[in-house]
Nanobody
Framework: QVQLVESGGGLVQAGGSLRLSCAAS????????MGWYRQAPGKQRELVAT???????NYADSGKGRFTISRDNAKNTVYLQMNSLKPEDTAVYYC???????WGQGTQVTVSS
């Protein structure tokens, strides 16, 4: 059973930055596409960004130019660097291991105006 543990969320002012981390257990991390998703109150969970095992990235329009997804296979960790944060980025952010559809427990990001 793979476990995904997110960290790095918190409260930040608009225009600020946060770096989320997701540490994965198990050996399949290295071959799996990883993704970050978010869910705001009253809204459906949505894709933020994905990164393949080879490092190819994909971003939702909402984060293009502001968010950067990266991974460190030696540490079994995927990151989401979020810059120029906006109040509408407020949500619970989830890490996902696409290969087996595993999800982390989520980390709260709150952006104040």
């Amino acid at each position: 059973q793979v476990q995904l543990v997110e960290s790095g969320g918190g409260l930040v002012q608009a225009g600020g930055s946060l770096r989320l981390s997701c540490a994965a257990s198990g050996s399949i991390f290295k071959i799996s596409t990883m993704g970050w998703y978010r869910q705001a109150p009253g809204k459906q969970r949505e894709l933020v960004a994905t990164i393949t095992s080879g490092g190819t990235t994909n971003y939702a329009d909402s984060g293009k130019g502001r968010f950067t997804i990266s991974r460190d296979n030696a540490k079994n960790t995927v990151y989401l660097q979020m810059n120029s944060l906006k109040p509408e980025d407020t949500a619970v952010y989830y890490c996902r291991m696409v290969l087996r559809d595993y999800w982390g427990q989520g980390t709260q990001v709150t952006v104040s105006s």
